[in-house]
């Protein structure tokens, strides 16, 4: 009786040995097969990582370019008027600083840096005889001079990219006024969009402190009198304020962005 039980316990342990090292050659089989998933799946990820780092380069590269093409373009509707060479550059800084002391947050006040240099981009359509005309113009000039406004967004409308359609709206609406007689479609306070009345200003600003053919530099005691005329009826009131409250910003951007004598 005990020898058929030592005997019937030995075949236990000669059957669960052979169990456990099935198992244990199927976890060890399992592991390998693991490790190699592991890899596979590694090297997939960072391949994956490597593809959409491409990518956002590729479109930093692509938004940087369009950035470049912006201004320049701006810059060559400016330079077609005879204008100071780094009119655009102010402009753009200008309206950066009143577009976040506005409220505008970083990103899209940075935007509307990028955006303004476009405003007037619709000269590039205006006769040279009228353009450069020294002098006032007659009412017949005059008109033909107030079509760059609707000329630019023309230009500019039909894009898809945030960009061009802010570089629209300014273009379209940096003549409007806040009381309602600018051009080209009397808007009246707040239906002008904040990119347009931002862009007004800080183009009224730079233009009046920069000769021109038609005239000499306003010195600035004059431009602080109209600005304080003209709150709440060229201008967005609230722009105004701001600008007076932050005015050593802006005399430092002038500074920094002289125009160099040729």
């Not at 040995?17 to 596979?40: A, F, G, P, T």
């Not at 023309?154 to 894009?159: A, H």
Request: charged share 35%.
């Amino acid at each position: 009786m005990e020898n058929k039980l030592v005997n019937e316990i030995e075949e236990l342990q000669k059957s669960f040995k052979q169990m456990s090292d099935k198992l244990i050659k199927d976890i060890h089989r399992q592991n390998k097969i693991m490790e190699r998933s592991d890899k596979r799946q590694q090297q997939e990820y960072d391949e994956l990582q490597n593809r959409l780092q491409e990518v956002q380069e590729l479109q930093n590269e692509i938004e940087e370019t369009q950035r470049e093409v912006v201004f320049t373009m701006g810059a060559i509707g400016e330079s077609r008027s005879k204008e100071t060479g780094n009119h655009v550059k102010r402009v753009a800084e200008y309206s950066k600083i009143l577009a976040l002391h506005y409220g505008l947050d970083e990103k899209e006040a940075e935007m509307l840096k990028q955006a303004s240099p476009m405003h007037d981009i619709g000269k590039v359509a205006i006769p040279d005889a009228v353009l450069n005309k020294p002098g006032r113009f007659d009412e017949h000039e005059r008109k033909i001079m107030d079509t760059h406004a609707e000329l630019g967004y023309e230009m500019l409308k039909m894009s898809n990219r945030s960009l061009l359609k802010m570089a629209a709206t300014v273009a379209y609406e940096h003549h409007e006024k806040y009381n309602g007689t600018g051009y080209p479609n009397k808007l009246k306070g707040e239906e002008i969009h904040i990119h347009g009345r931002i862009t007004a200003l800080a183009d009224v600003f730079d233009a009046l402190g920069s000769d021109r053919c038609y005239k000499k530099a306003w010195d600035d005691e004059k431009i602080f009198a109209l600005f304080k005329e003209e709150r709440g009826e060229h201008f967005d009131p609230r722009l105004i304020d701001i600008f007076f409250e932050h005015l050593d910003e802006f005399l430092t951007i002038r500074d920094t962005f002289k125009d160099v004598a040729e």
